[in-house]
């Protein structure tokens, strides 16, 4: 009995003597959708449709629309059991004390609008 490592190991062994002719009628399609690979499909859209006898084909990437996430109310076991709300101490602070004030006085010379180099006068 072959082991499944013996069996790839054969294969890729096999695969390597094949000419580069061959090699090339079994490439396998170009990316459909290049991108990160992780969320991106790489399989044909056309292959990407179900259908059954009493459905109509539909796209696999997009099983849920808006529609269906409201479609029926929460059930009590997917429900949070604890209730933990924010704690309001910074806010309250804020609100007692008002925002941050900077009074320090600007020494940074401010560009003026003579100076500007004369391609930029009209970006502003």
């Known amino acids: ?38 969320f991106s499909c790489m399989l044909d859209p056309k292959t990407l449709h179900t259908a059954t006898s009493l459905s109509k084909p539909t796209m696999i990437m997009y099983k849920t629309n808006s529609g ?34 900077n009074n320090t006085l600007n020494t940074a010379p401010d560009r003026t609008r003579t100076l500007d180099f004369p391609n930029f006068q009209h970006t502003l």
């Not at 003597?17 to 090699?23: G, H, I, K």
Request: charged share 10%; with cysteine; glycine share 4%.
């Open 1 to 38: 009995m072959i082991s499944v490592t013996e069996h790839l190991f054969m294969y890729l062994c096999n695969s390597a003597s094949n000419s580069d002719t061959e090699m090339k009628a079994e490439q396998l399609p170009p990316c459909v959708n290049p991108g990160n690979p992780v």
């Open 68 to 101: 269906s996430y409201g479609e029926f109310l929460p059930m009590p076991q997917f429900c949070p059991c604890i209730y933990s709300p924010k704690e309001q101490v910074f806010s309250s602070h804020i609100r007692a004390t008002g925002f941050y004030q």
